[in-house]
């Protein structure tokens, strides 16, 4: 009886010092970490450890994921700037390098940190492993948007409407922002591309107004232009469009069949037409762009 | 011939009567399925795509258990019934010891199997509850399927692989070699890429010859792609079942070889 309270006694104080020095270590985890200012992680070397996973790749990336997740919703660690996320988004894509998600919700987040350049590189390494168009989209937001390279944003835009399973509305984008980089031509030769590429009747015929809509905006673009040149040589506005005739170059004058549905208006100087609901703004052109053509 | 495959049949059905009174097989069934329970709980703290995760995670689990039941049934239903000296009053009566390996394995591999279907069963109505959130495209059901067999398949290598050391070996020795040649398995195909890379004929000739030697799980495994939903009925994934087959058929026969020579006086 005597034993068998002794052993009793015996259990219940190695679990308590085991309970004792658990806490203990806790706490003192939690104070270095307050000290340091960083949630800690272990993140192994993604490209080292997936040779020994034991054909468990996948899953090892999911339980990654997992704690990707849990840092994402640390508080602290956002606050400091969520410096471990870049090496785990790694970890968890050289693991399973078509870990679409990862790509994503990494690239997301450290473009709302504003680590654009960090953003782009996990971004462009899911953009050669994964599948997901939001991946080339998302690319094209932050160059367009964040560096307004509008040609590497076209670039990576064009991949995300070429990937099946996307929005039929990035198409629309794409032309877009050739035409507001400036060149109409290239946006017209990528819908024609498309247009090509598409079995789906539904979306050709889309395709086929947004063409029809690309060649007004030329038209509209080369009467402007005309315009100009003719108060220039003038010195005064045109009073209609025929005036043009004979006095603008002709590789200015509208060819496209749709130029009939040109209105002008002498009091404005305006030209529009009735079937282009919205005009294809031109925005001014930033260094980065000019920068990347010259190139 | 009738009377020989009714002897392994008898011999099957014992082997399996015996080791599913082994209570550690209990521990590794619900090892298992406490594996499949805590995917769902962790599918609950990410954001998006839970089904991914309660499948691999499920799938990983099954494999696992899987494995450890069918190296302790192979090690345990032969090595260690030769060391108790329990095998000899079998051993005495009129069946070869081929039909004794044969029938010894067949009964491994039916415990492991039963086992591994409850697992499955369990898995399969786990990830039921979430196949709603396998976005615009259903759940690739055939695929999953596909990919359970493939587990099946390379249960039976492993178990093959725990017979073949327990025929010519104690049972620790089995044990050891067991779980080292099937960890190995999924190490061949890294294993010849970095020996590829040397500059040793000879080292690459080794890294060649191991690769061909060793199982390769690593193929077969589709459970990456039933994740990542790319087409698992392919001629490379019929290529490797057939191999798997081959393989476990090529080590039995090799340990039946050995058996029948090994002096147990």
């Not at chain 2, 590794?28 to 329970?37: A, P, S, T, W």
């Not at chain 2, 359970?148 to 327990?166: G, N």
């Not at chain 2, 061909?212 to 698992?232: E, V």
């Amino acid at each position: 009886m005597i034993m068998r309270l002794a052993s009793f006694l015996l259990v219940v104080v190695i679990a308590g010092t085991a309970h004792f020095f658990h806490i203990h270590s806790s706490r003192s985890a939690s104070r270095e970490i307050a000290i340091t200012n960083e949630v800690r992680l272990f993140i192994p070397d993604g490209k080292s450890i997936r040779h020994f996973c034991l054909g468990q790749r996948t899953t090892l990336a999911d339980l990654f994921w997992l704690k990707l997740v849990q840092y994402l919703g640390t508080p602290e660690a956002y606050r400091k700037g969520l410096h471990q996320l870049l090496p785990l988004a790694h970890l968890i894509t050289d693991l399973d390098p078509e870990y679409g998600y990862a790509y994503m919700a990494a690239g997301l987040v450290l473009n709302s940190k504003k680590r654009v350049v960090e953003s782009n590189e996990i971004l462009e390494k899911g953009a050669q492993n994964s599948s997901r168009w939001e991946i080339p989209f998302y690319l094209a937001f932050n160059y367009w948007y964040e560096l307004k390279d509008y040609i590497q944003g076209a670039h990576w835009l064009k991949k995300a409407a070429l990937v099946p399973g996307r929005p039929t509305y990035i198409t629309g984008l794409v032309q877009r922002l050739y035409s507001q980089a400036g060149t109409l031509d290239m946006a017209k030769q990528f819908t024609k591309a498309m247009l090509e590429e598409t079995p789906s009747e539904e979306h050709r015929a889309e395709l086929l107004q947004r063409l029809k809509e690309l060649d007004i905006e030329e038209d509209l673009q080369k009467i402007e232009r005309a315009l100009a040149i003719f108060e220039k040589d003038k010195g005064r506005p045109a009073w209609s469009l025929e005036e043009l005739i004979g006095i603008a170059p002709p590789h200015l004058l509208p060819f496209s069949p749709y130029h009939h549905s040109l209105q002008y208006d002498p009091l404005t100087q305006e030209v529009k037409s009735p079937l282009l609901e919205k005009r294809f703004a031109l925005p001014k052109m930033e260094e980065p762009v000019i920068e990347a053509r010259e190139k | 011939m009738i009377n020989r495959i009714l002897a392994m049949g008898v011999l099957a059905r014992t082997t399996v009567a015996e080791a599913i009174r082994d209570r550690i097989l209990y521990g590794l069934l619900l090892f298992g399925i406490g594996l499949i329970l805590l995917s769902a709980v962790l599918s609950n703290l990410t954001v998006g795509f839970r089904l991914r995760i309660v499948t691999d995670i499920s799938l990983s689990a099954i494999m696992a258990a899987g494995t450890i039941m069918a190296v302790l049934l192979g090690v345990g239903s032969i090595a260690k019934e030769i060391e108790k000296k329990t095998a000899y009053p079998l051993l005495a009566k009129p069946i070869s010891r081929g039909e004794y390996i044969i029938g010894k394995y067949l009964g491994v591999l039916s415990t492991t199997y039963i086992n591994v279907l409850l697992m499955m069963a369990a898995a399969t109505f786990m990830i039921a509850q979430y196949r709603e959130e396998s976005g615009h495209h259903a759940y690739a059901w055939n695929a999953f399927i596909i990919t359970l067999l493939f587990l099946l398949i390379r249960l039976a290598v492993v178990a093959s692989v725990a017979v073949f050391f327990s025929t010519f070996g104690s049972s620790t020795f089995a044990l050891i070699s067991s779980v080292g040649f099937t960890v190995a398995g999924y190490f061949t195909s890294e294993l010849r890429f970095f020996l590829e890379k040397s500059e040793s004929e000879l080292l690459r000739a080794i890294g060649k010859g191991l690769y061909y030697t060793m199982p390769d799980f690593a193929m077969l495994d589709p459970l990456p792609l039933l994740i990542h939903n790319h087409p698992i009925f392919t001629p490379s994934t019929l290529f490797a079942a057939v191999y798997a087959l081959a393989y476990a058929l090529c080590l039995l026969t090799l340990s039946a070889f050995l058996f029948s020579r090994r002096d147990l006086g």
